[in-house]
Each structure stands twice: as C-alpha cells, then as structure tokens.
C-alpha cells in the first residue's frame, strides 16, 4: 500500500510539473528571463544595418524590436541570421521574434504568425544607370539578381516567369553582382534601392516596374497567442500615440534623406 501511494504521489507531481511546462508560454518566458531577442538581417539599409561610426546594428527594424520590449519592460536584444533562415531560426528557438523585413507571402503565413502591419514596401527593380533598359518588360527574359527566398524573389519569378532569376544570400551581394554585369537587373523593395543609389551606387529604378505592394510584419511563432497579441497592442499604442510616425519620419521619413510620405497604417495582415 505505501508503494502504491508513493507511486501515486510521484505520478501526480510529474503530471503537475508536465502541465506548467505545456501551460507556460513565451511572453511568460521572456519576462522572467528580461530579455526580448529579434532576429534580423543586418544587411538592409535603413531597416537593418550596421552604423559605420558605432559598428553597431540599427534601423527602422531594430527600433520596433526596443519599442517592443521596452512596452514589455524586457532589455532588446538583436540577433542576426541570413534571410532565407529568418523563419527556420525562429521555429527553432534561436531567438524569439523576427524584426527583419518580414514580408507577408501565403507560404510564409503557413510558417509563423504575422503581427499587425508595420510597413509597407513597393518590390521593384533597379538597373544600372548607364543601361538602356527604360521599361522592366525589356527584362523579361534577362538575368535578375534577388535576395533568396525574399517576398523579392517570389515576385520577379511572379510577375516575369521567362526571367533568369539568380538568387543571392544576401542584397550587397545581389547589388555586386548587378555593378559587374553578372545580371541585368536586380529584384528589391523600392526604399532599399533608393537606399543604395543614395549611397552612391550608379543605379535607376524603372518606374514602371512595381511587382508587388508588399506587407511587412513582425513575424511569431505559431502558438504563441498572447506575445502576439501582446505585440499587436503595442503596435496598435504605437499607431495610436504616434510612435509609429516618429520611427518612420527617423529612418524613411521626413527626418530621412528618402523625404518618403507614410501611406500605410498599422491593422491586421
């Protein structure tokens, strides 16, 4: 008998611990821990970007990361990772949420869980400045450089299914590649191209060559309800108080070089 209650007691205590594991959630998790960690790619300027002076990643991506977990009371903490495995990472645990231009696609939604809409991008396509190329049905069938598995990406092979796509890690490496006439065109979102021309790359955009609006969101894992909805709050505060306009008129805005005028409101996907 005492076996018996022994074995009994041990069981009820595992089945206790077993149910505050599968009760405890993410939010729960990363205020106990005090830190909030968003993974980027740190290579797409303004959204994400190493600063030449401080050496430092920032961004208008790396300010909604700070804006979430200040709200949170937690300390951000930014992680890089490539952008084909910005969602791979994340259902891994490596970090906890993607700030990294996290476009909306059917596939991706499959993926992870999308918040509120925090930016809104044309996905266009640039050409050097000295090519005769005028319009981007003169692409058609041409060789075009894309970040791999970008929103990018999947509207170039959308929009001109006879183009030679040529997928790259990462955007300098598809911007290099367009410079040494390895391609003919380079697939990307229209602020990062003027990002780049800004810079000094001798590129144009074809004005006639919107692909696709593209959607952006602060990417969760699947299940994990009340960070999201924890995040869509704030993000809704944000548009609310104005926040939003502030970090948009820093990086692409009125405050910016790019004199960008918002045309998108933070609501759901």
Known sequence: MLKTAITVSAMTMALTLFSGVANADQLSDIKDDGVLSCGTIGTVPPFNFQDPKTREITGYDIDLCKLIAEKLGVKAEIKIVAGSARIPELNRRSFDIITGSLGWTPERAKQVAYSHIDYVSNQMVGVMADSEFTSVKELSDKRIAVQTAST???????????AKVVSFQDVPQALLALQQGKVQGLGLGELMLLAFKSEGAA???????????????????????????????????????????????????ADSKYKMERSFKVEPM
Request: glycine residues 8%; hydrophobic residues 40%.
């Open 152 to 162: 990018s990406e999947k509207a170039v092979r959308d929009k001109l299914p006879d």
């Open 203 to 253: 590129i144009k955009i074809l004005p006639d060559s919107v692909l696709m609006i593209e959607k952006q969101g602060v990417g969760v894992r699947k299940g994990e309800d009340a960070l999201l909805n924890e995040i869509n709050t704030i993000l809704d505060e944000a548009e609310a108080d104005g926040t939003i306009d502030k970090i948009f008129d820093k990086w692409v805005g």
